[in-house]
């Protein structure tokens, strides 16, 4: 009997991964460095930093910023993806998530978040299902990231559930190697890529039976 949901943000509960791309595209250009949207997938779940140094890597730029002038590149991205969110709202909820979570509330299911993103409250708040999450685990404390299951082993704890006694839904191939390696049950949620190791794949959060879902 599982009692414990641990949810990715970007892909899972909305999907923000065009509003990334365009301000990593805009910055890129900036530096001469041109991306497309196959090269976009490969940043999905990944933190800020570890995209801009694909970026730059990618642009063969890698070893052309100090430290400081590559946290001024990821503020800068950061602020044109902040300005690109800000209509953001209920309406941007990926189907059937507002319901899911409506549902998870009514059988006392604990939830949490478990996002590469340090912009996750303030979506989640835009989203209109901030209070839905017993916590949201902050990046800045990860020695980390995904694949590492250190976020997912954060998420349960936080909310009080052995990780085996957890699930996890997630949309990136490193999230779920993140989940499964902190001993949870995966859930991977896409209609187009295959997410490899997934204890189960749906397209959406709609064609999921949630008590069915806790007797696994
Ligand atoms: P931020 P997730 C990830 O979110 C995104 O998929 C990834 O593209 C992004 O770089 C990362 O969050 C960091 O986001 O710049 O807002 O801190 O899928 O882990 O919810
Ligand atoms: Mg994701």
Known sequence: MKNGFIFDLDGVITDTAKFHY???KDLAQSLGITIDET??????GISRMDSLDKILAYGQRENDF???????LAQKKNDEYVKLLADLSETDLL?????FLAQAKEHNIPCSIASASKNAPMILEKLGVLDFFGHIVDPETLKK???DP??????????????NDAIGFEDAQA??????????????????EVLAGADIQVASLTELDIEQLLTI
């Open 175 to 192: 999230g779920i190697e993140g989940i499964k390696a902190a001993g949870m049950y995966a859930v991977g949620i896409s209609a187009t």
């Open 145 to 147: 990231g995904k694949p």
């Open 150 to 163: 250190e976020i997912f082993v954060k998420a349960a704890e936080s909310i009080g559930v052995a990780p």
């Open 22 to 24: 365009i301000a990593w």
């Open 66 to 72: 100090t430290l400081a002038e590559k946290e001024a």
């Open 95 to 99: 189907p059937g998530v507002h319901d």
């Open 39 to 44: 090269f976009n997938e490969t940043l999905k």
